[in-house]
């Protein structure tokens, strides 16, 4: 069997604004070592692929915010588009 490939993508932004340069970083659900780690582009968009179908934690931090976490179940469909608001 071939395993579906999946993606998540979305858009980092704090009150509306793009933020660019956000750390948003994804890891297997409980585990601690990262799986992968990006920088959102000036737009604020990020992306990873290639992901397996199962359920993941994905983090985005930057200085002087909060550090947003979320879980995504990719077990369910085979991509996850966020807007995610940094505060």
Do not use: W
Request: aromatic content about 8%; overall charge negative; hydrophobic content about 40%.
């Amino acid at each position: 069997t071939t395993d579906t490939l999946c993606q998540i993508k979305g858009t980092v932004k704090s009150n509306g604004t793009p933020l660019g340069f956000v750390t948003v970083t994804i890891y297997m659900l409980h585990e601690q070592k990262p799986l992968s780690a990006v920088l959102t582009q000036e737009d604020g968009l990020f992306e990873f692929e290639n992901l397996q179908t199962a359920k993941y934690r994905i983090e985005a931090a930057l200085i002087g915010y909060n550090k947003f976490v979320d879980t995504i179940n990719l077990a369910t469909k085979s991509s996850s588009e966020l807007i995610i608001d940094l505060k």
